[in-house]
């Protein structure tokens, strides 16, 4: 699921969906983890050394990947050329599944 990134969920920018709280969306993912479904998010970055965002909490024990999402569009429009990464959270039962499957498909050879 891709949420409304944090900063712009809050503005009078009618692409976003607005009013997006926090620290009710964490909880919202701890039930999902307690009902024990899986899921994928995008939710923070960071471009230009600066994180846009603040990080999911740790309690929710999700696998964070930092995606290289090319150069940034935001800094291009201020005239500047800087690569732009978004965060990826996976949650630890899919992300467990995951490395099983990998390591299944390993040892048999195949290319992963």
Do not use: W
Not at 6 to 28: C, I, K, M, W
């Amino acid at each position: 699921m891709v949420p409304p990134y944090q900063g712009v969920s809050n503005t009078r920018d009618n692409r976003y969906l607005s009013g997006v709280n926090f620290y009710e969306f964490p909880e919202a993912l701890e039930q999902l983890n307690h009902r024990g479904v899986d899921y994928i998010i995008s939710y923070d970055g960071k471009y230009g050394g600066k994180a846009y965002g603040e990080e999911l909490p740790t309690d929710l024990r999700c696998q964070k990947l930092l995606l290289n999402a090319g150069v940034s569009t935001q800094a291009t429009l201020l005239g500047k050329r800087e690569t732009a990464f978004e965060a990826l959270y996976i949650s630890e039962n899919l992300y467990r599944n995951i490395s099983t499957v990998a390591k299944q498909l390993n040892l048999l050879g195949a290319a992963i």
